[in-house]
């Protein structure tokens, strides 16, 4: 194999390596299954991440990831406007939207507070969820946010935040454990932490 032609394959391996769940074994093999399977997946891979490369756009209103903005969660009005879910990022709201327990809408924070990071309310998405509720019929905000350190510190903010808004604010109940991050628990459990939820006070 020419220097060329194994210089290009490991950096493909080193890209797929840098993926949540796969490290340089997992990469490695990986890569050679989808080398391996060149028409049937390569082929097929290299032309899906050009595309969705070019059309993947932030909604305006939650923040979710689509190819429309306001996205199709947004512009559903199927769902109830009473009700807004909000959540640290976008695989939060996937693992909640698999379990179907929501029928509102949602607002992605974009992460959560942590002081040793510099995350603070100005680099979160806050004032827009703020705005959101004063301008639609908000009665209830569920503060979907993971069970560790940062996420309940953030739930506390927000809840002070919101409390002179009216409106119920609910959080996650039973199944969710001291640590847990939505995106890894399965989806019974977080159904019924969706249908136990309690108030924040």
């Known amino acids: 194999m020419a220097p060329s032609e194994k210089n290009e394959i490991e950096n493909f391996i080193r890209l797929l390596s840098k993926l949540p769940g796969l490290g340089p074994r997992s990469g490695r093999r990986a890569a050679l299954e989808i080398i391996k399977r060149k028409d049937q997946l390569l082929t097929p891979l290299r032309e899906s991440f050009i595309e969705i490369s070019e059309k993947i756009i932030v909604c305006e209103n939650c923040n979710n990831i689509d190819v429309i903005s306001p996205c199709s969660i947004c512009t559903d009005v199927r769902r109830d406007e009473s009700i807004i879910c909000v959540v640290e990022e976008v695989s939060d709201l996937w693992a909640i939207e698999r379990s179907g327990a929501v029928k509102g809408y949602y607002h992605i924070l974009g992460g959560v507070l942590n002081a040793l990071d510099g995350i603070g309310p100005d680099q979160l998405h806050i004032n827009n969820l703020n705005k959101r509720i004063k ?41 969710i454990p001291v640590g847990g991050e939505l995106d890894y628990l399965d989806d019974g459990t977080l159904m019924q932490a969706i249908v136990s939820r309690t108030n924040t006070d």
Do not use: F
């Open 135 to 175: 301008e639609n019929q908000v009665s209830e905000v569920i503060l979907a946010l993971s069970a560790t350190i940062d996420g309940q510190t953030t739930m506390h903010y927000l809840s002070d935040l919101l409390q002179n808004d009216k409106i119920r604010i609910s959080k996650l109940a039973h199944g």
